[in-house]
């Protein structure tokens, strides 16, 4: 049985706690047995905030105000969150100003925060004030019974990373999502030896939930939907039993299953990305590209951006969409189909002619 925390409940929230009142919210709770040594516990999952500044300390209003919301929301959370995922592109050009005004918009956070590392952050200096200000690129650590990864899945070969004029030119060109002088990201080979490394020392029975940026699996490469040794990642951690990744860049819903491993994706608090055409849309339906907050209604803040929530109760996950201009979604691993659902869209039918 699956319970959500309702939009009017973290609204609820919210104006309790300005009255001075007590929160009660409910978060996700998945009723099934948890594997020996784990408890029951949920994370929250902030990403994609594109903190960017216009000059000095001004910066773009509204994206501040995405990552506020959801900093302000996750506070609220009760129970509380074990701690809060980042999941990579606080800044949008890598700028030293835009990661500190991220940080300072994260800082009043509650809880622990660790950071997965995204392309907007990475390609100006190739993550150095990242290592040194906020995180490693790549690290593991297990919390009540799970073996948790974040991987630096935005790499891409070093020919590529080294044939610019300058550091601003080589951003620039992979801050646009459909610019054709980009490269497809990768994990690489060091790192997928640190990560078999890593991997031999936990029991095949032990759930892993693996925390990269762009999808370990490869969804459209055009837009660098896409990591181009996901086989290989994917084959590191086939003998597990239970493996999820979650992932953000893609800006949008996503979830899938291959073999064992439940694949998940973030919305961001910046902006929307329209689907790709992979998705089987129709030439003619495909929004114009590069232009940063894509929308119907650009009256509408909010619209398909957000947060979410995670549920670690069985070792497999169920994801809780705060949509703050949309109904909330759950996404949760069917015991039954084993596979991930969308508890309330997965098995809509949608007419031909709406095809997205
Ligand atoms: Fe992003
Ligand atoms: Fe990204």
Excluded: C
């Excluded at 995204?118 to 150095?128: M, T």
């Excluded at 994706?265 to 929307?272: C, E, H």
């Excluded at 109760?313 to 015991?335: F, I, K, Q």
């Amino acid at each position: 049985m699956v319970k959500t925390l309702s939009r009017r409940a973290l609204v609820k929230g919210a104006s309790a706690l300005a009255a001075g009142g007590v929160l009660d919210m409910t978060l996700v709770k998945l009723a099934f047995g948890a594997p020996s040594g784990a408890g029951d516990f949920t994370f929250a999952y902030i990403s994609d905030s594109h903190i960017q500044q216009i000059e000095g300390g001004k910066f773009v209003r509204n994206w501040d105000r995405g990552l506020k919301r959801a900093v302000a929301e996750a506070n609220l959370l009760n129970p509380k969150p074990d701690f809060v995922m980042f999941g990579g592109d606080l800044a949008q050009l890598g700028k030293k100003e835009e990661l500190d005004h991220g940080l300072d918009l994260l800082s009043p956070l509650r809880y622990d925060v660790k950071y997965v590392l995204g392309e907007h952050d990475y390609y100006l200096d190739l993550g150095e004030y990242w290592a040194d200000k906020i995180s490693k690129h790549y690290y593991s650590w297990d919390h009540k019974g799970v073996h948790f990864i974040v991987l630096n899945s935005i790499i891409v070969d070093e020919a590529w990373t080294n044939k610019w004029a300058t550091p601003m030119e080589r951003m620039l060109v992979m801050a646009g999502l459909d610019d054709p002088r980009g490269s497809p990201f990768m994990v690489g080979e060091k790192q997928r030896q640190w990560l078999a490394a890593d991997l031999a020392k936990v029991p095949k029975s032990t759930p892993v939930v693996v925390f990269s940026h762009s999808p370990l699996q490869k969804i459209f490469k055009n837009w660098n939907f896409w990591t181009d040794d996901a086989e290989e990642v994917q084959a590191l951690l086939k003998p597990f039993s239970k493996v999820t990744v979650i992932y953000g860049h893609v800006h949008q819903i996503q979830y899938n299953q291959i073999g064992a491993i439940s694949f998940h994706s973030v919305m961001a608090t910046a902006w929307p990305w329209p689907y790709p055409e992979t998705y089987a849309q129709e030439g003619s339906l495909l929004p114009v590209m590069t232009v940063p907050m894509n929308r119907a209604d650009p009256f509408h803040e909010r619209d398909a951006t957000g947060w979410q929530f995670v549920d670690v109760h069985t070792g497999n996950v169920a994801l809780s969409y705060s949509l703050p201009d949309n109904s909330p979604r759950v996404v949760a691993y069917d015991e039954k189909l084993k596979r991930p659902r969308d508890l309330q869209y997965s098995e809509r039918t949608i007419p031909p002619h709406m095809h997205y």
